[in-house]
């Protein structure tokens, strides 16, 4: 018997351990090896399978092209009352986002507004998991960040944004926070990146080939430009995240991310900006009223059979957390033929 190995079921303890593993054994020191493990772990469960453990191919070929600083130590600054900035050192974006999530969240409380901005860091990871942790702690959050320039403005055919991801969570009271977490891009890169894995033909509005024709070539969209998702207003919303999270915050756009990377072939380099609300903050209303109303908007989004963004991951995270997660076979080798996996 030949063929494709066979998908392979492993618990989420499981997924962490490996995932530990393989980010230790790449040469990362152990408070980025267990931050960065958190959030595949947290897509692996939560059915995201772009920003799961595949991403462990991702970060251990970011390592060895030295794009990494592995034992990079966040240093935290208050530039102003409610603003917080940590320079990550050029390791992962995840470790600094822990690093400076407490002083965001307390300068939220105390001011109202606040805003964190991650400089010089890594930047792979799915947004979500940090809206919905500061949403899970009562505040409203929104988070951006560019990348590499992989995406063509509406208009032409040639890279200049990044995926630009734009994040946004809102407390619920007694309910999963309401929360979307998506590219600016048609879809993220790594869902181009998982169709070429598969052998698959990807929409023929995702993206050009390197001559700026339209192709369902999964391989030639990598080598060209993806497209905004939206036409003109995916393309302002990119232009708006290179702005707040590249030059805003004194850091790169996906332009110079690329340049920098000089065809290595890691993962984007740049800053991260997240901003926090305090829902008791404005107003002078009571925080009951503001989630009561929102509550009432949900209602009509879910009274007419929609449903709300996350609902699918927050499904699948119930899912995970009863019986496991399913990796693909192949990945599933592909990781264990990594050092330590
Ligand atoms: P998707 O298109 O998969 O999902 C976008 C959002 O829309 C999710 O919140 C999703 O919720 C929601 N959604 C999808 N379908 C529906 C529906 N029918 N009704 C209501 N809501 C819906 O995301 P992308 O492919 O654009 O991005 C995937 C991930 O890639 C993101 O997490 C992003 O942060 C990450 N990324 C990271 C980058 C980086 O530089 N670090 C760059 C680009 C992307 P649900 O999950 O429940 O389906
Ligand atoms: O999937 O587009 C993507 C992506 C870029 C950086 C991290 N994820």
């Not at 130590?73 to 940590?86: H, R, T």
Request: proline residues 7%; glycine residues 12%.
């Amino acid at each position: 018997m030949s063929g494709a190995p066979a998908d392979v079921r492993l618990t989420l303890e499981e997924v962490r351990a490996l995932a530990r593993r393989v980010l230790l054994a790449a040469g990362l020191a152990a408070p980025h090896a267990f931050a960065v493990a958190e959030t595949m772990v947290a897509g692996e469960r939560d059915g995201c399978a772009s920003h799961g453990i595949y991403r462990l191919l991702v970060a251990a070929r970011s390592i060895a092209a030295g794009v990494v600083v592995t034992d990079a130590v966040p240093a935290v600054s208050e530039p102003a009352p409610a603003l917080v900035q940590v320079d990550g050192g050029g390791g992962f974006a995840q470790l600094a986002f822990e690093t400076g999530r407490p002083l965001l969240a307390e300068k939220a409380r105390r001011y109202g507004i606040a805003a964190l901005a991650l400089n010089h860091v890594v930047h792979f990871a799915a947004l979500w998991p940090e809206v919905e942790a500061l949403a899970e702690d009562g505040l409203v959050a929104l988070a951006f960040t560019p990348s590499h320039a992989w995406v063509a403005p509406t208009g032409g055919t040639q890279p200049v944004f990044g995926t630009n991801p734009i994040a946004f969570g809102w407390p619920r009271p007694g309910a999963h926070p309401f929360v979307f977490d998506f590219a600016t891009s048609a879809v993220a890169r790594g869902e181009i990146e998982l169709h070429r894995r598969a052998g698959k033909p990807v929409p023929d509005d995702w993206g050009y080939d390197a001559a700026g024709a339209p192709t369902t070539d999964a391989e030639a969209v990598l080598a060209g430009a993806m497209r905004t998702f939206g036409g003109h207003k995916g393309s302002a919303l990119a232009a708006m995240v290179e702005l707040l999270a590249g030059p805003l915050i004194g850091d790169m756009t996906s332009r110079e991310s690329i340049a920098l990377d000089d065809g290595r072939g890691g993962s984007p380099i740049g800053g991260e900006l997240i901003v926090a609300i305090d829902p008791a903050g404005f107003l002078g209303l009571g925080v009951a009223g503001h989630l009561q109303r929102a509550e009432a908007l949900f209602d009509a989004i879910e009274g007419q059979g929609a449903r709300l963004p996350s609902q699918r991951r927050y499904d699948a995270r119930q899912r995970s957390l009863a019986e496991g997660v399913i990796i693909p076979g192949a990945l599933y080798a592909d990781i264990l033929a990594l050092p330590g996996g």
